[in-house]
């Protein structure tokens, strides 16, 4: 089974912090995408990355992925409110299926 | 107009009884897949059908039993009700089996 490790998995910071969450796995992943999961809604992806090495921004958030595809983070510059959620990585693996990390649930204080 | 819908989100019921769950996705998407996400929020494959097939059945216990009546459909079907089934079931589609997922808002079931 391959596994992805997010960290950490719980995070509570005021608005206007920076912050990076790491999703780490041994497995080579062909690509690796990251989703947001508001309170009472399904995940929303946000960014895939493909390429080793590959960076992403969207908006105050910037994605990237390991040289060798087994790991990725996710920092997000002066964060605010409308950020809480949870943040879900999930790697393209052989056999048909996205496999996701534990998640990282994130709450922003005002 | 909602890409990928399921019913109910809400679902309280007893020990022992049957329920299902419906899933219905208008992306015109050829895979499908129901979730589990417990308590501690990590969200695991069930089942992934691809064009009304079973692709993928992970170690779930046989009274969950997917339906697929055609592509635009997944629905779940649980017998025999168990406390720990208690979880947020979500579907999701994709244009190929390793794509972009399209989630719907989970139905949320609790098992009394």
């Known amino acids: 089974t391959q596994l992805l490790e997010q960290s950490p998995q719980f995070l509570s910071i005021q608005e206007g912090e920076n912050l990076t969450v790491y999703c780490n796995s041994s497995s080579v992943f062909s690509s690796l995408q990251w989703y947001r999961q508001e309170p009472g809604e399904g995940p929303v992806l946000l960014v895939t990355?493909?390429?080793?090495?590959e960076v992403k921004k969207l908006k105050r958030l910037t994605f990237q992925f390991g040289d060798a595809r087994k790991d990725s983070s996710l920092h997000i510059t002066a964060d605010k409110k409308d950020n809480t959620g949870i943040y879900l990585c999930?790697?393209?693996?052989?056999?048909?299926?996205?496999?996701f990390g534990e998640g990282t649930q994130l709450t922003v204080n005002p | 107009d909602t890409a990928v819908s399921q019913t109910p989100k809400y679902l309280v019921t007893q020990m022992g009884n049957d329920k299902s769950i419906k899933c219905e996705q208008n992306?015109?998407?050829?895979?499908m897949y129901w979730y589990k996400q417990d308590s501690k929020k990590f969200l695991k494959i069930m089942f992934s059908?691809?064009?009304?097939?079973?692709?993928i059945n992970e170690t779930v216990p046989n009274r969950f039993s997917p339906k697929s009546p055609d592509k635009a459909h997944l629905n779940l079907h649980i017998n025999s009700l168990e406390l720990g089934d208690s979880a947020v079931y979500f579907c999701a589609s994709s244009q190929v089996s390793r794509g972009e997922a399209f989630f719907g808002q989970g139905t949320r079931l609790t098992v009394v």
């Open positions: 999930a790697g393209d693996t052989s056999g048909s299926r996205l496999t």
């Open positions: 059908y691809n064009n009304k097939e079973l692709i």
């Open positions: 992306l015109g998407h050829d895979t």
């Open positions: 990355v493909v390429t080793g090495g």
